[in-house]
Every structure is written in C-alpha cells, then in structure tokens.
C-alpha cells in the first residue's frame, strides 16, 4: 500500500468532554465509590465505550423507573421528562443526583417559565431540533401548553399556523439550522427567539469547521448515537472527505493513501482515552 511516510496530525481546539458532561461523569464515579446501587435512567451520555467503562463500576442503566424499588438514580445530561422525575422524587427509598446539564437545565426552565407565564399562555412554543432525540423529548414535557418540534427548514415551511411563536432550540444543533428555521417563522408570524445552543456545542463546531478547511481528512470520533458528534461530523463533510467513528477498529489504512493533513475532533461526550487510542493509531499508521 502506497502510504505516505509521515502525516500531519491535527487536532481541533476545542474536542472533547465539554463541562456539562465531565461534571455528569465525576457525580457518577462519586456516587459508584460510595452507594452499593447506583443507576440511571437510560445512558448518561451518549458515548458507547464511556457507558461501558462506567458500568464496570456497578453504574448499572435501566430503561424503565417502576424496575427501580430504591438506591441512587442519576439524571443523565439529557434530562428525563418531567413526569418521571416527580414519581422519582416521590420514592422516598430512592435518593436522586441530578447530572442534567446545565445548558439542558436552562432550556427547561425556559420552558416552564413560557408554559407558566400568563403572557405567553394560548401561544406556541417551538422546539429547533430532533424529535425523536432524549433532550427534545425531556424539554416537551415542560410545556403546558401546545409545543411543535421543528427539526429543519423543510418542516418550518410547511408549518401553517399563523399568530405568536417562542422558539427555542435543542442545545446542540447548529446555530445555521436554528438561525435558518427562525427566519422562515418570521415570515408570517410573530416570533420571540430563544437561543439557547450551549457555547461548548458552538466551539466545538466551529474549530471543527475551520480545521476542516485545512485538512484532506477529518476523524470525527463519538458515539453514533450522539447528536453533537453526527452534526461535527456533516459539518466537516461539507469541506473535506470525513469518517464518523467510534472506536479504533473502525479506522482502515486506505483512508490515508495520498494523504498529508489530517484532522481529529470528538463529540462533547467522547472520553479522552478514546480520542488518544485513535490519534495513536493514526500516528502509527503514519509511521509505516
């Protein structure tokens, strides 16, 4: 294989663990060192190889809350609906850590205030982001009122209803696709903007972008199932040829033939053991 000899290895400014998230880990391992039961309700973060590093520590993730009788339950980053943090906090055998992010906790409270503000009650709240995603589903449940998931340009289009809108975002979609869907509510409505995509999303997605531009390869490293990392990764796509991976074993030596730049960026929620395992895999590759 005709490998160059040496690559230039680049890694963006900003990757990695952002502080919402390197907060929810340290509660975790706290609370694993001291309580014998310790779960959350779906993974804390979305990060695969993270997950299963914590459930060696006896993190253990379960999917309903009537499986959980009494012991510790973390919140994960996403946030749960509020219906089921309230029969969590009626358990008085369960004892609860909130490892919500603060950026997601902003947005709920956001929310509940425009459900409960007497203003604003009668009017739409619209949510920028992915239907289907824990933190939109979480962020719905705030509302009292009528709330309408909008995830891009297409849909805000063929949105009808004509009268007073708060619009609010999912924290870590791209401030073009928020930006875009406001401008056509405003066409025929009455909008009041909420902005509420975390800074830590916003870094990591422009170092991502400009480093983009000066590579002929980008490593996006983070779980598949992770929202940050699959928009870092079609944001680089636009510039230059790009690889969404979550483990080293996914990395194949033909992706560098002919190849002299090379960037890697991670998701908010990628361990650094993770990007360091890969970057030293390209690095030997590199060598060869």
């Given at each position: 294989m005709d490998l160059k000899s040496r690559l230039n290895i680049k890694i963006a400014d900003s990757a990695g663990f952002c502080f919402g998230v390197k907060r929810a880990i340290n509660l975790a391992e706290k609370a694993a060192d001291r309580e014998r039961k310790v779960y959350t309700l779906g993974?804390?973060?979305?990060n695969p190889q993270e997950v299963e590093r914590l459930e060696k520590k006896r993190i253990k993730i379960l999917t309903s809350i009537n499986k959980i009788k009494s012991g510790l339950v973390i919140l994960r980053t996403h946030g749960i609906p509020f219906n089921l943090h309230r029969k969590l906090i009626k358990n008085k055998n369960i004892n609860i850590i909130d490892a919500t992010c603060p950026f997601v906790k902003r947005a709920q409270v956001i929310m509940k205030q425009l459900s409960t503000d007497i203003e604003s009650k009668g009017k739409i709240v619209i949510i920028v982001g992915e239907r289907v995603h824990p933190e939109v589903i979480a962020l719905m449940s705030y509302s009292s009122g009528?709330?309408?998931v909008i995830e891009n340009v297409a849909e805000a289009q063929n949105f009808k209803c004509i009268g007073d809108l708060s619009v609010l975002s999912q924290t870590t979609q791209t401030p073009e696709n928020f930006e875009n869907i406001v401008e056509v509510l405003k066409k025929q409505n009455r909008v009041r903007v909420y902005n509420t995509i975390c800074k830590a999303t916003f870094d990591r997605q422009r170092s991502a972008e400009e480093l983009s531009k000066s590579v002929d390869l980008m490593i996006v490293i983070g779980g598949k199932n992770s929202g940050n990392t699959t928009r870092l990764a079609q944001i680089c796509s636009v510039n230059t040829?790009?690889?969404h991976i979550e483990t080293v074993e996914s990395i194949k030596e033909e992706w560098f033939r002919?190849?002299?730049?090379?960037?890697?960026?991670?998701?908010?929620?990628t361990p650094d053991w993770v990007i360091e395992g890969i970057k030293k895999k390209v690095m030997e590759i590199s060598m060869k």
């Open positions: 993974p804390i973060i979305h009528k709330c309408v040829n790009t690889y002919d190849i002299s730049n090379v960037g890697l960026t991670a998701g908010a929620s």
